[in-house]
């Protein structure tokens, strides 16, 4: 017997939409710090504990980063007109 996974698409109101946005500028701004701190470490000079520095940094903009796009996928993917398509079984 196989699962059959049905893709519910709700629209969040109220104080769901503001939670979505102030994660998604919270994670542009931990972003921004992370790029920053970065620089920073690649400007300083060559030991363990700029490369341990480069790593955090590296990471946190990364996660961020993907963290946010899923956030802007999804939320315009909530936006977009619902088309009706026939069902082919």
Known sequence: MSARRTSHR??????A???VRRNFWALVAATVVAAGVLSQALARPAGPGTAALVAVSGLVGLASVALAGRI???TAALNRPRTHRSRRR
């Open 72 to 74: 802007l996928v999804v």
């Open 17 to 19: 939409v503001t939670r």
């Open 10 to 15: 709700r629209v969040p109101a109220g104080a």
